[in-house]
């Protein structure tokens, strides 16, 4: 396992936010993925994900301007940010 993905494991236990995906309103085509590849990939069919979390994605400290970004530019909505 690199030392990224430990460092961001330690974050997400003192993560402040979520990141709420609706997939009922995302298109797939991934932009997000692109924008926050640390913590999205896409499924087989373009829709992201994050392995090991439901449609509420823990973000770290370090990633939040990135989910905020995300947020801000998901063309269909389909992402929002959620206080803890
Ligand atoms: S940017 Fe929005 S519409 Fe595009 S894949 Fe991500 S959640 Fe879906």
């Known amino acids: 396992m690199s030392a990224?993905?430990?460092?961001?494991?330690?974050?997400?236990?003192r993560e402040s936010a979520l990141l709420h995906i609706d997939w009922t309103a995302c298109d797939g085509r991934g932009l997000c993925t692109e924008l926050l590849p640390e913590?999205?990939?896409r499924d087989e069919w373009g829709y992201p994900l994050s392995?090991?979390?439901g449609s509420?994605?823990?973000?770290?400290?370090?990633l939040m301007?990135?989910?905020?970004?995300?947020?801000a530019l998901c063309p269909r909505q389909a992402l929002r940010m959620l206080g803890r």
């Open 4 to 13: 990224l993905r430990n460092e961001l494991r330690r974050e997400l236990r």
């Open 51 to 53: 392995l090991g979390y």
């Open 39 to 41: 913590l999205l990939q």
């Open 56 to 62: 509420n994605v823990p973000v770290p400290r370090a």
């Open 65 to 71: 301007d990135a989910a905020q970004d995300a947020v």
